[in-house]
């Protein structure tokens, strides 16, 4: 396959811990528990094939609707794993960032997250950018405020806004846009992710829950997008 045809960003919609401990008599909590692992393997692999970015769904702004235990839990899960997790980030070389409102996060959550970003700013290798609090909705919402106040304040006309100016007011205003969406869990839904940036992703879904997501179903999805044509609308001669 030649570089042309590998993804720069993949982002991954990491679906079916759940149904992945209910299949074998656990509780919710194993399957996300062993999710973790996945999110340590495919992230490694990722950098290993010097992949520019690779943004992972971790937890969404709809997911607060869960039971108070299971987001207790996946709090606790989260902070653990920024704290573990420190150094295959900085052995692989990655840049650690994060997309969401993460305000809304609880406190000690948020100061790991700063001391990641932190530690490992001036890495250079893959960006792993973790979508926490994240809504796609949310954040064109976000955006169109940000660009409101721009407005109203006199710094920019209305005929100046454009899709640049949206692109610029994003969560991921300094990222490229990804090249494909993996989903695992088997749902062909997008679930509020990156909105804006998927126009025009490649997607690739797979019924493999994500504790079970490893080397062999990522190779799978890059050469299958290795054979897709992106047009953007236009033709391929
Ligand atoms: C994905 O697994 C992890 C999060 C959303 C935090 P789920 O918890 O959604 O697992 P299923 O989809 O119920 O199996
Ligand atoms: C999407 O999975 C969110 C994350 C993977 C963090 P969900 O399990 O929340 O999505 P739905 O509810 O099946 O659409
Ligand atoms: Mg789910």
């Not at 088997?186 to 490893?214: C, H, Q």
Request: glycine share 8%; net charge neutral.
């Amino acid at each position: 396959m030649s570089a042309n045809n590998l993804p720069r960003h993949i982002a991954i919609i990491m679906d079916g811990n759940g149904r992945w401990a209910r299949n074998l008599g656990m509780t919710r909590i194993r399957g996300h528990i062993r999710g973790v692992n996945s999110v340590r393997d495919i992230t490694t692999e990722c950098a290993r094939k010097h992949l520019e970015q690779l943004t992972l769904y971790a937890f969404s702004k709809e997911n607060w609707s869960r039971p108070r235990y299971e987001i207790g839990l996946l709090m606790r899960l989260l902070k653990r794993y920024l704290i573990k997790e420190r150094p295959t980030i900085k052995d692989n070389n990655i840049r650690f960032t994060v997309i969401g409102q993460i305000e809304g996060l609880p406190e000690d959550v948020r100061k790991e997250i700063a001391i990641n970003i932190e530690e490992s700013k001036s890495n250079t290798g893959m960006i792993l950018c973790l979508a926490l609090n994240y809504g796609g909705r949310a954040e064109i919402v976000d955006a169109a405020k940000a660009i409101a106040s721009d407005v109203a304040k006199g710094e920019m006309s209305l005929d100046e806004i454009d899709e640049d100016t949206f692109k610029h007011h994003m969560y991921t205003a300094d990222m490229r846009d990804p090249d494909l969406l993996i989903r695992t869990g088997g749902d062909m839904r997008i679930s509020n992710f990156l909105l804006w940036e998927i126009s025009y992703a490649e997607l690739w879904v797979t019924p493999v829950y994500w504790p079970d997501f490893k080397k062999e179903h990522l190779e799978e999805a890059i050469r299958e997008y290795g054979s897709r044509e992106r047009r953007y609308g236009g033709l391929i001669e």
